[in-house]
C-alpha cells in the first residue's frame, strides 16, 4: 500500500530500525533515534542493491517519488543509478542530458546530498571506509567533528581546489573558540581525506602539510590524581562518607581499587565478573573492533565483598553500576566525579575519577616497589618487552593477584590509620 504524508508524520521510532513501503521498491527506513531516510531496493545485473534517495522531511514523499522514478528509468536503460553516482557523471534519457550541471548540483543539494567530486562526498566516502574499524563513539566524534566545522566551508568545494589557506581559515575559526586540540583533529581529519582522495584519483595535493608551524600547540593535559599517602587517607574516609546512591557509593567504594578507566568501571558487566577465580575480564568498547583484547583484572578480596553486596541491587540486570532510572544502562559517564563534587573535592586540581589510576601507578611502584611493567599492564596501557613484542595482556597474572591485594589493604590500613595527617578535600554527605 501507497504511504502518505500523514502516516509519514506519524510515524515513532522503536527500538530497532524498520521499514514503511511506498512502492517500486521504494521505502522509508525509521532509524531508533528518529531520523527517516529514504532509501530504493533495485535489482541490477542479478544482484540486489538499495540506493540512498535523501532524509526525510528534506525530501517529500513527493519528492522521494520523484528521485525512485528517474533511478528506474536509468535500470530500464541499463544504466546503474548507483554506478553513476559513483562515476560522478549521470547519462540517462536525452531529458535528462538537457538538463545543466547546475540544474543536478541544485537539486542534490536541495535532497541534502554531497555533491560528487564535492570535499565532503569523498570525506564520506572515506568516513564509511574507516568506520567498521572503529568504535562507535570515535566514529561519532569524527563525523560530527566534520558537519560541525569543516562541511559548512569546504563541503561543496571541489576536493582538488582544497587550498592551504581554506583549512587554515577553519582551524582559525576553532581555535578562536578556545579548542585548540579540536583544531589539531579537524586538520587531521581534513589531511587523511584528503590522502584518500589522493590515493583514489581525485586529487594530486594534500595542503595539510604546508599549515606545519601555522597552529597553536596543543596544551598537554593530566587528569588531576592524589598521589600521596598522607593526602589519600582523608580522601578515603571522605568518599566512605557519602550518602547518596547505593550503587554510586559501591562505584567510589570499587574504583581506586581496580584503577580500571572510567568508561569501563561504569560500563562493567555481571557477565564478566568470575567470582571463583576473582577476576574481571572484558575488552574495552575502543579496542572491541579492532584487536578484540582481553583485559584481566585481579579483583581483591574487598572488591569481591563489594561485589556480593552490590548483586542483590544490580544482579539481576546486566550492568553491575546499572542507571538508578533504567536497570538496562550503566550509569551516566559523569556520576563518579559528580559524586566527589557533591563530597567537596575539586574535580579539577584534586581528583577526578580518572585520577584513581595515577594514584595507584605512582604509589604502588613508589611505595611498595612494583615493576613497572607490571603496573602498566595492570593498567592495560601497551607494554613491549626487550625485543620490541607486545606482551600478552594474561602475563604475570600470580605477580598481578598479589599486587592488587597489597593496594586494597594499603587503602583499608590507610583509611583505618590514627596518626595519618589530615588533608582538606570537602565535606561529608
Known amino acids: 500500500m501507497a504511504l502518505t504524508d500523514t502516516q509519514i508524520k506519524q510515524a515513532q521510532p522503536a527500538e530497532k530500525q524498520y521499514k514503511l513501503t511506498d512502492g517500486a521498491g521504494l521505502f522509508l527506513l525509521l532509524h531508533p533515534n528518529g531520523s527517516k531516510y529514504w532509501r530504493l531496493k533495485y535489482r541490477f545485473a542479478g544482484k540486489e542493491k538499495t540506493l540512498a534517495l535523501g532524509v ?7 519528492q522521494a517519488r520523484a528521485l525512485r522514478d528517474d533511478a528506474r528509468k536509468l535500470i530500464a536503460n541499463g544504466t546503474d543509478p548507483a554506478e553513476v ?3 560522478e557523471k549521470i547519462s540517462i534519457t536525452a531529458e535528462r ?5 547546475a540544474e543536478m548540483i541544485d537539486r542534490m543539494v536541495e535532497a541534502g546530498e554531497a555533491v560528487p567530486g564535492s570535499f565532503e562526498a569523498v570525506a564520506l566516502e572515506w568516513f564509511a571506509m574507516q568506520e567498521p574499524t572503529w568504535a562507535p563513539a570515535h566514529a561519532e566524534k569524527v ?12 563541503g561543496r568545494t571541489p576536493v582538488d581546489q582544497v587550498a592551504a589557506p581554506d583549512v587554515l581559515a577553519i582551524i582559525r575559526r576553532i581555535e578562536a573558540r578556545g579548542t585548540t586540540d579540536t583544531a589539531h583533529r579537524a586538520k587531521q581529519n581534513i589531511g587523511q581525506v584528503m590522502r584518500y582522495a589522493i590515493a583514489t584519483g581525485r586529487t594530486t595535493n594534500d595542503p595539510t602539510p604546508s599549515l606545519t608551524g601555522a597552529l597553536k600547540p596543543r596544551t598537554k593535559g593530566h587528569f588531576a590524581a592524589v598521589t600521596e599517602p598522607k593526602d589519600i587517607a582523608p580522601l578515603l574516609r571522605l568518599m566512605a562518607s557519602y550518602r547518596g546512591s547505593p550503587i554510586t557509593q559501591a562505584a567510589l567504594t570499587i574504583a581506586p581499587l581496580v584503577f580500571i578507566r572510567p568508561g569501563e568501571l561504569r560500563t562493567m558487566q555481571w557477565a564478566d565478573i568470575d567470582f571463583d577465580a576473582c577476576e574481571l575480564r572484558y575488552t574495552p568498547p575502543k579496542t572491541r573492533k579492532k584487536t578484540a583484547v582481553e583485559i584481566v583484572v585481579p579483583l581483591a578480596r574487598q572488591v569481591i565483598d563489594a561485589l556480593r553486596e552490590l548483586e542483590q541491587l544490580t544482579g539481576g540486570g546486566r550492568y553491575v553500576f546499572a542507571s538508578v532510572r533504567s536497570n538496562s544502562r550503566p ?23 580518572h ?3 595515577a594514584m595507584a601507578r605512582t604509589v604502588l611502584e613508589e611505595v611498595h616497589g612494583f615493576r613497572p ?7 592495560a596501557h601497551a607494554v613491549r618487552d626487550p625485543l620490541g613484542r607486545a606482551y600478552n595482556r594474561t602475563k604475570h597474572l600470580a605477580e598481578r593477584k598479589r599486587m592488587m591485594q597489597v593496594w586494597a589493604d594499603y587503602l583499608d590500613e590507610l583509611r583505618e590509620a590514627k596518626n595519618v595527617i589530615h588533608g582538606s578535600f570537602g565535606r561529608a554527605v
Open 373 to 379: 611493567e607490571i603496573l602498566e599492564l595492570q593498567l
Open 97 to 101: 542530458r538537457q538538463r545543466s550541471e
Open 331 to 353: 550509569m551516566s559517564g559523569n556520576t563518579v566525579n559528580a559524586a566527589l563534587k557533591r563530597l567537596g573535592i575539586d574535580t579539577k586540581n584534586k581528583l577526578t575519577g
Open 85 to 87: 553516482r559513483k562515476a
Open 56 to 62: 526525510y522531511p528534506e525530501i517529500s514523499l513527493k
Open 143 to 154: 563525523i560530527n567533528r566534520l558537519r560541525n566545522n569543516v562541511f559548512p566551508y569546504i
Open 355 to 357: 585520577g584513581f589510576r
